[in-house]
């Protein structure tokens, strides 16, 4: 488990770490805000990835961008940086101030692609694995929600959505569970993993509960990220209260 941080050339600095959510990792907290500028354009995202962070853009980066604009982002010149760890190449920026991006890890295991994460006040959190992954999660989603009937975000994604997933497949599907359906037809995603556990202790069903949160902390499965290993203690922690009961200071 490794931690991303900030190099301590900042003097005046908090560390926090947000817990109750998925796929975070600590996080230096400088006190000025990020200022981020719009970009019409991806392609200074793809000049900057190629020149700058010296790697291979992803190969469907530009659709993403429009899949986010279209979900009421604000595209983020990769060069607006100020308050952003250096590993992270800002995208978009949403409504609550959160920025989304690549992460762009120094010793990338081989083979292993830029994650998508979203940068929040206390830290960064794993969206999805890879661009790909992140674009047909939210296909899924937006067609899954039975309440929208807009074709935007499908448009938006044009040649990546229609190969990544052919809308009105979930509702062909004989899963009509989305967070089965996103694990399985998808990706593993932190967040999804998590509602899983959730719902089979609502059922009753423990030790499919205790086997999902182990399978979650599995080492090669959200390699860098630490919340696995939170989300799974704190599991532990809650079963061991239920046996031995709360600690003689609270009794």
């Keep these: 488990m490794s931690e991303i941080a900030e190099p301590k050339r900042?003097?005046?600095?908090?560390?926090?770490?947000?817990?109750?959510?998925?796929g975070a990792t600590l996080l230096p907290l400088p006190r000025v805000r990020a200022a981020?500028?719009?970009?019409?354009s991806s392609s200074g995202h793809l000049s900057f990835i190629?020149?700058?962070?010296?790697?291979?853009?992803?190969k469907?980066?530009?659709?993403l961008l429009k899949v986010l604009q279209?979900?009421?982002?604000?595209?983020?010149?990769?060069?607006?940086?100020?308050?952003l760890i250096p590993l992270v190449i800002p995208l978009a920026q949403n409504l609550s101030g959160d920025v989304t991006g690549l992460l762009r890890w120094p010793t990338a295991p081989p083979g292993m692609e830029m994650p998508v994460v979203e940068v929040r006040k206390?830290?960064?959190?794993?969206?999805?694995?890879?661009?790909?992954?992140?674009?047909h999660r939210i296909l899924v989603e937006e067609d899954a929600n039975s309440q929208r009937s807009s074709d935007e975000l499908y448009h938006a994604s044009s040649e990546a959505g229609k190969e990544l997933y052919n809308k009105g497949d979930f509702a062909k599907s004989p899963m009509k569970n989305i967070e089965a359906y996103l694990l399985k037809k998808v990706g593993m995603f932190p967040d999804v993993l998590e509602r899983k556990v959730t719902r089979h202790f609502d059922e009753g069903d423990k030790v499919s509960a205790m086997v999902t949160g182990e399978f979650y902390t599995k080492k090669d499965l959200f390699p860098g990220f630490g919340r696995p290993f939170a989300f799974y203690a704190e599991i532990l922690l809650?079963?061991?209260l239920q046996i031995l009961g709360p600690p003689?200071?609270?009794?």
Excluded: F
């Design 10 to 22: 900042r003097r005046r600095m908090k560390v926090g770490v947000l817990h109750g959510a998925p």
């Design 36 to 40: 981020v500028k719009c970009s019409s």
């Design 50 to 58: 190629k020149d700058v962070a010296a790697t291979e853009p992803p």
């Design 60 to 63: 469907h980066l530009h659709y």
């Design 70 to 83: 279209t979900r009421g982002e604000t595209i983020v010149s990769p060069g607006s940086r100020q308050g």
């Design 122 to 135: 206390h830290g960064v959190w794993l969206l999805a694995k890879n661009v790909d992954q992140y674009i």
């Design 238 to 240: 809650s079963r061991l």
């Design 248 to 251: 003689m200071s609270q009794r």
